[in-house]
């Protein structure tokens, strides 16, 4: 918002802020760029401003400022123009299996049994990463993994728990073998349990994708399903 009204934020007031200001907002937003030149994602535009309108709500509210209408509402966005060239595309099982070979004959012990949790369960890499041994249980009737908020996996509340059915026969023979070597608060995969492990482990595992496809619409979150 600043670079948008170009002065610092602490000189705009709720006043002086009008429909034009939100015009410009989102107008700056659509017109930036990412660290690799392309432009920033309209969903990740629309984020922004919904945390501006909020922003200015509650101003409004602890300010007692005369309610008008929050002018950071009901922009005109455009459509999201997105080539199919751009869209990520769910990855055949002959890729999903070359890239377990290519992990296997690697040096990293975490990262063959990490491309298996994803593949067999579909979950987001961070939360792959952020697994605990005492998460997993073998043992039940149906076994599962429990999705729980954690320092690793990125999960911000416990609204978003839930339990993961474990079908894979080599998934759950994995899981059971880092279990016997591991205690129950430990991870099964230290090496990306950390401050930073999930994006390693992206780079690391999209290395592979990329030696095995040169289709760039096939990424690490073609296994999420």
């Known amino acids: 918002l600043t670079d948008a009204r170009a002065k610092p934020l602490e000189d705009v007031s709720n006043?002086?802020?009008?429909?034009?200001?939100?015009?410009?907002?989102?107008?700056?937003l659509l017109g930036r760029k990412k660290a690799n030149g392309q432009p920033l994602a309209l969903k990740s535009c629309q984020r922004e401003v919904i945390i501006v309108a909020a922003a200015y709500n509650h101003a409004v509210r602890e300010l007692e400022i005369p309610p008008e209408r929050?002018?950071?509402?009901?922009?005109?966005?455009?459509?999201?123009?997105?080539?199919?060239l751009d869209k990520n595309v769910p990855l055949p099982d002959s890729v999903v299996d070359a890239v377990q070979?290519?992990?296997?004959g690697g040096r990293s012990k975490?990262?063959?049994?990490?491309?298996?949790?994803?593949k067999g369960t579909g979950m987001r890499l961070g939360e792959a990463c952020g697994l605990r041994i005492s998460d997993v249980d073998l043992t039940g009737e149906?076994?599962?993994?429990?999705?729980t908020p954690n320092e690793i996996n990125g999960i911000k509340n416990s609204n978003s728990d839930r339990y993961v059915p474990i079908a894979s026969d080599s998934l759950r023979?994995?899981?059971?073998?880092?279990?016997?070597?591991?205690k129950g608060d430990e991870p099964p995969s230290p090496s990306y349990a950390r401050d930073g492990g999930?994006?390693?482990?992206s780079a690391a595992?999209?290395?592979?994708?990329?030696?095995?496809?040169?289709?760039?619409?096939?990424?690490?979150?073609?296994?999420?399903h």
């Open 205 to 224: 595992l999209m290395k592979a994708v990329r030696e095995n496809t040169d289709d760039k619409r096939m990424k690490v979150h073609g296994l999420r």
């Open 70 to 84: 929050n002018h950071f509402e009901r922009l005109p966005w455009p459509k999201e123009q997105v080539s199919s």
């Open 15 to 28: 006043g002086s802020i009008d429909r034009q200001t939100a015009r410009s907002f989102m107008d700056h």
């Open 142 to 147: 149906t076994p599962s993994i429990l999705i």
């Open 101 to 104: 070979m290519t992990l296997e």
């Open 110 to 118: 975490d990262l063959p049994d990490m491309w298996r949790v994803l």
């Open 198 to 201: 999930p994006t390693a482990a």
């Open 173 to 182: 023979e994995s899981l059971r073998a880092r279990g016997e070597e591991r």
